[in-house]
């Protein structure tokens, strides 16, 4: 793929035509230009607008344009382009993003997004996440975060998505990367249910050892027998209840008479003891009483001692026939009781026999309920017991895949040293350019540790560290990826002038030296966006020729500030860049 053009519905625009190979410069200028600020920048010309608008144009996510399409409504953006010896052209509108129109054809995201991979990559279709959107930022980085890091030239969903990108386009074998995801992931999803069935309440006993499932078994095999013969026996009583309310009463009117009957024999008791004393009184006391009686009510008292004596025994013995009727009469109703007693004897009997031998229809529930419980616990335990087994087993069989999957790894890249050697000894070959007492390279390790991550990838410059040293490690490694990567069939890289930021002047002059002459005379572009004042810090190093040939007469658009024409879009907007 090498880029044709950039351009717009609007007039105000200012077209972008790419040389067909070499070197194409965008370069920013300010209207008052003081080469001695190093400091100044070169924002909202456009430069850096540039490229958004060519991933625009090539299936960005809508997400990463809104305030884009919000601020420029109405425009439409074209991107001509080569890809397999055609020329194509790709048009998007901000005021309907949800579709790019592809040589004419109206295509969802997705779908273009599908005929650019094709293009542009050799994905393999067994490969999952390898995609257009996610290999092409290597080519032309999207946002600032883009220059942080040599092998993150976009966010990606996690540390395999970025070693998966990188592998395939050093043209490592991305089956082998793909199978340890795999492994992984199965590995996890057997940890994980383990985890689960741990926090089963039933379960949860077993795990810590302090029960055995087959012993527990045995147990509820048990239980549910008797339960299973409690219900083969079991007698439903529809009027289980009433009976029982006439039982519960009977057993009160038994128990009152049977108090009452104890209150009666206590009367009786005390009636016996009353019999039992006979008050006698002597004549010496009658007669002491007299005396008395006559000094007290001397006009009163007429009768002799012998009258008063026989007055008192018929007095007792009155007392004596009456305690023996009641006695008589006691003992009657206490008679009359025990004949009611037995009959609520015999009552409350024939209930209770009744209840023993039935059973209320909730109480039939609970038991059945009690049983399917016994049941889901022995069925429970059973797949407890069959899935620890399958989970143990399948867990060998993950790691031993795993020890395998590290032997053929090893034994892959062993053979691979060529192809591995190629990337680096281009990888080191830009570098010493720069760093020649530095040693430099891309190793490729194999990843053997407990994780997702296959390949083990490190482009190093060992210098002192520094954004300088950063950004060089970034430069050639795109520039190490397009000429000596696998897997693609781009033919240009796009780099922003945040490249530049932190390179001292002698190796941005070596930079733009290099790119003369790896880009001449191939078909490869090397398109960049530039500072005016980081083109002074390089023009003192070169010759007026070398500069002649190597910036000048590639600068193929000019932006300024001096007026919102000499601006991209040709008007001054606000956008928020949401990368």
Known sequence: MRLISVSANQPSFRSVKFNDNGLSFIVAKHSKQDSSEKGKTYNGVGKSLLISIIHFCLGASEKHYRSFCKELNGWEFNLEFEAKNGNHIARRRTNNPEVIILNGDELGISKFNDIMSGLCFDIPEEIKYLSFRSLLPFFIRPSIESYVSYDTPAKVGSDYHKMLNNAFLLGLDAHLAQEKLYLKKEKDRIKTLTDNIKKDDLLRSFFSGTRDAQLALKDLDDRILKLEADLKNFKIADDYYEVQKEADRVEKELAAINNNVVLLGYQIENIDKSLKISPELGKDSIEKIYLEAGILFPDRVTNSLDQIKNFYQRLIKNRQRRLIEQKRDIENIIKSRAELQKQLRHELDSKLQYLGAHQALDVFVKVTHRLADLRIQKESLIKYDKLIVQYHNTDIEIREKMLEAVRKTDAYLEDSKEVINAVQNYFRFLAKQFYPDASSGITVYDNDSENQIRYNIDARIDADASDGINHVKIFCYDLTLLFKGFGHNMNFVFHDSRLFDGIDELQKTALFKIVADVF????????????????????????????????????????????????????????QYEY
């Open 520 to 575: 001449t005379n191939k078909k490869y572009q090397y398109i960049a966006s530039i500072n005016q004042n980081q083109l002074e810090e390089i023009k003192r190093y070169l010759s007026k020729d070398d500069y002649e040939n190597i910036i000048n007469k590639n600068t193929v658009l000019v932006l300024t500030d001096e007026s919102d024409a000499e601006r991209l879009l040709g008007v001054k907007v606000d956008i």
